[in-house]
């Protein structure tokens, strides 16, 4: 979630300056501290929730939740639309502390109160597979789309300002176009109503047709290893995103679509649903192992690299090698309990250049690394680890799979 941008009063910033000096800041602090963000933003002031200031751990069990009573107030009252913006990013810096139940009651807090912002980004806190089963059903109902009169209203509340804020003088002009020198006020005024409520649902609809989560937040929900989240997944899947507004970029606009479906595919395939595990394992281009943790994944990804008509390189400014000569090593690197007589080392570079740039054009263009007499060992090292790999799943590991990519 985005921070909203911040700047206040010199007295406040002395206040967080001295506190984060000090790296002391006791409940009343904390209280304190919210108030004067608080009160910077009702009188219109721009700020930004002071970084590595809050010492959250500190606080015992009981002062950490009244805090979060504090901040769950924020959303009671309708008057400043900033003031959820400012729990939402408060939660966020409280959300590491070291006590499981208060992590989960922020990470609830968070989804029950994310409907009253609006941002492509948005994203869980911390691990599913920590949350609590009430928190992780919440989820699920975000995923899936299904949402309580809460978070209509807060659409609705959300909505109604943005309208008011960015489209009352689209809507002046379209009411004075179509009133076309009518005098009557009670025409008017309906007319502006019902443009106005136009623009509401319209805005509403963008919200609501945007994927409910983003890559980040799905990847997390295959690692979680929880199928509940099945439906949900497969659900953005099967749904057309185009854009309700305008874009000035459709191309980037379907790439973010693109990903997160991308992101959906490996999280049901990471869930254990076999559909999209074989249509991960089809790919012919490249196969993400380290998040899916599999052997089958992985023996795919090597299958699909291990090939000498492709070349690639270790860094900008090295020289290109067939593909097995850059994989190879990387396996020895990576797979636990490979044989150390058949581990692959990194070609020598700095000798490779030598040798490379001492050749004339013509021999750069036509050179064949296959055929070339001093690359034979290292072509029969790769050959004895690639097959050894294939030939023996049971004797070596992976390491943990990665909770994203």
């Given at each position: 979630m985005k921070r909203i941008i911040v700047i206040i009063s010199m007295m406040f910033l002395n206040i967080f300056s001295t506190n984060a000096q000090n790296n002391k800041c006791n409940y009343l602090c904390f209280i304190h501290t919210i108030d004067s963000l608080k009160n910077a933003l009702r009188y219109g002031k721009t700020i930004e929730t002071p970084k590595n200031y809050w010492n959250f751990n500190d606080l015992s069990i009981e002062e950490r939740n009244q805090i979060l009573d504090s901040i769950e107030i924020f959303y009671n009252q309708r008057k400043y639309n900033s003031f959820y913006y400012l729990g939402i990013n408060l939660l966020v810096d409280f959300f590491n502390n070291n006590d499981k139940t208060v992590q989960d009651r922020i990470a609830r807090l968070y989804l029950n109160k994310v409907f009253y912002v609006f941002d492509s980004e948005f994203t869980n806190l911390g691990k599913v597979a920590d949350y609590s089963d009430s928190t992780k059903e919440r989820l699920k109902n975000i995923l899936e789309g299904k949402q309580t009169e809460e978070d209509k209203e807060?659409?609705?509340?959300?909505?109604?300002?943005?309208?008011?804020?960015?489209?009352?003088?689209?809507?002046?002009?379209?009411?004075k176009k179509m009133m076309n020198g009518t005098k009557d006020s009670s025409i008017k005024i309906c007319l502006k109503d019902s443009l106005t409520n136009a623009y509401i649902k319209k805005e509403i609809h963008y919200y609501n047709s945007y994927p409910p989560l983003e890559r980040y937040t799905i990847f997390q929900i295959g690692s979680s290893k929880d199928k509940r989240f099945v439906d949900g997944l497969e659900s953005i899947l099967t749904t057309d995103y185009p854009p309700v507004y305008p874009v000035t970029d459709k191309q980037y606009w379907e790439y973010q679509i693109n990903t997160i479906k991308q992101a959906c595919t490996y999280a049901l395939a990471k869930l254990g649903v076999q559909k999209y595990i074989n249509e991960i394992l089809a790919n012919d281009t490249n196969i993400n192992y380290s998040y899916l943790g599999t052997k089958e994944a992985y023996l795919r990804w090597l299958k699909i690299n291990?090939?000498?008509?492709?070349?690639?390189?270790?860094?900008?400014?090295?020289?290109?090698?067939?593909?097995?000569?850059?994989?190879?090593?990387?396996?020895?690197?990576?797979?636990?309990?490979?044989?150390k007589n058949l581990q692959v080392q990194y070609p020598d570079v700095d000798n490779y250049l030598d040798y490379f740039d001492k050749m004339n054009n013509e021999q750069?263009?036509?050179?064949?690394?296959?055929?070339d007499e001093k690359n034979k060992e290292i072509i029969q090292k790769i050959y004895r680890l690639y097959n050894w790999i294939k030939n023996n799943p049971d004797k070596w590991e992976l390491p943990p799979a990665r909770d994203r990519f």
């Open positions: 807060a659409r609705m509340l959300l909505a109604k300002r943005n309208v008011q804020k960015h489209y009352s003088n689209d809507i002046n002009k379209e009411v291990f090939d000498w008509k492709k070349s690639s390189r270790f860094t900008t400014i090295d020289p290109y090698y067939p593909n097995p000569v850059i994989i190879m090593p990387e396996v020895s690197d990576y797979v636990k309990n490979i044989p750069k263009e036509n050179y064949d690394p296959l055929k």
